[in-house]
C-alpha cells in the first residue's frame, strides 16, 4: 500500500469504487428504471453468483420482486450503468437466481469490495429514508430537497441531511508491544481497538483522550491521524488513529470492555476482519 491513508483501501468508501462511481446528485436522473439493482434486506444484498464471486442483477427489476420492494432510489451511477436502491422485507424469499448474502464483516461477508461499498451506500439511504419521513421538530410530513437527500419541512422549514456519527477508534502503541481491547460479545480469543462516539463540544483529539482515558485508564501522546470508514451499521463515520502510550496502568471498564491487555507485536491475538479500519489499523500499525 502506497497511499498515506488507509480510506482508499477500505471497503465502504465511496473511493473505494473509485472513477467507476458518480453519485446521483451530480448529474441527471436516468430514464427509466433500468441498470443495476441494489435489492437490501435487512443487513444483506440480494446477488447473483458468478463463477467465484457475485454480481449485481441487471435490467429491469426481476419481475418476481415486483411489488414487494420499496420504491426504486437512483443511487448513483457505476461504470457507465444507473444504480437503482431498493429493499426486500426481512425474511420474505429471495427470487429464483439470487441469493441474500450478508453485508457485515463480522459476520463472515463473501461480497467483493465493490459491492460491500455499494450495499453499504444502499443500506445507509434506506435508513435515512425509513427515520427521515417526518420533520424532527414539528412531526409534520417532510419532502425531499430538489437534486439531494436532504429533507424539508413544508411546516416550519426545518432542513435535515443524512446523519452520520463520528467515532474515533484508536491502536494505542509502546515501542515493541500494542495496547488491544476485548468486548464479551466478540468471538471468544478475538481483541480491537478502543473506541467511542465524539461528544457534544469535543474536538477528534479530545476524544481519543477521554475515550482511552475511560476505557483502559491509561494516557496516551503523539496522535496520528491514519485514515477513515463509513460505516454503514446504520451510520457512524469511523476516523482511525495510532497514539503513543504516555503512562499509567491497565484499569478496564467493564461497563464497556471484557478485557484490555498488552500484546507483544509479534504475538497478536485473532484479529477484526480485514473489512473494517480496526482490522486494517491492526494490519498496517501494530506489527511494524
Ligand atoms: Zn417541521
Redesign the pocket.
Known amino acids: 500500500m502506497t497511499d498515506a491513508y488507509l480510506s482508499p483501501h477500505l471497503p465502504f468508501n465511496r473511493e473505494r469504487l473509485g472513477a467507476d462511481f458518480v453519485p446521483a446528485k451530480q448529474g441527471g436522473k436516468p430514464p427509466e428504471h433500468a441498470g443495476h439493482w441494489l435489492v437490501v434486506q435487512d443487513q444483506g444484498l440480494l446477488v447473483e453468483s458468478a463463477g467465484e464471486t457475485f454480481r449485481l442483477p441487471e435490467g429491469t427489476l426481476p419481475a418476481q420482486l415486483e411489488g414487494r420492494v420499496t420504491e426504486p432510489m437512483w443511487l448513483g451511477t457505476w461504470r457507465g450503468t444507473p444504480c437503482w436502491v431498493t429493499s426486500l422485507p426481512k425474511g420474505e424469499a429471495a427470487p429464483p437466481g439470487l441469493s441474500r448474502e450478508t453485508l457485515v464483516p463480522m459476520a463472515g461477508t463473501k461480497l467483493p469490495d465493490d459491492l460491500l461499498s455499494l450495499g453499504g451506500m444502499s443500506m445507509q439511504y434506506i435508513w435515512w429514508e425509513s427515520t427521515s419521513g ?7 410530513a ?1 419532502t425531499r430537497i430538489e437534486g439531494e437527500w436532504g429533507k424539508v ?6 432542513e435535515h441531511y443524512p446523519h452520520l456519527h463520528p467515532a474515533v477508534i484508536i491502536l494505542i502503541r509502546d515501542n515493541d508491544r500494542v495496547l488491544l481491547a476485548r468486548k464479551s460479545i466478540w468471538a471468544p480469543g478475538r481483541y480491537a481497538l478502543i473506541a467511542g462516539f465524539v461528544d457534544n463540544g469535543e474536538s477528534l483529539e479530545g476524544c481519543v483522550h477521554r475515550e482511552v482515558e475511560e476505557e483502559v485508564g491509561v494516557h496516551v501522546k503523539n496522535i496520528q491521524y491514519v485514515g477513515s470508514q463509513n460505516w454503514p451499521f446504520p451510520s457512524q463515520l469511523m476516523v482511525g488513529f495510532v497514539v503513543d502510550y504516555a503512562g499509567g496502568e491497565i484499569r478496564v471498564d467493564h461497563e464497556e470492555l471484557e478485557d484490555a491487555r498488552w500484546f507483544p507485536r509479534t504475538e497478536l491475538p485473532m484479529r477484526p476482519s480485514r473489512h473494517s479500519i480496526a482490522g486494517g489499523i491492526i494490519e498496517r500499525y501494530a506489527r511494524l
Open positions: 417526518h420533520c424532527p421538530r414539528c412531526g409534520a417532510t419541512c413544508p411546516g416550519c422549514k426545518y
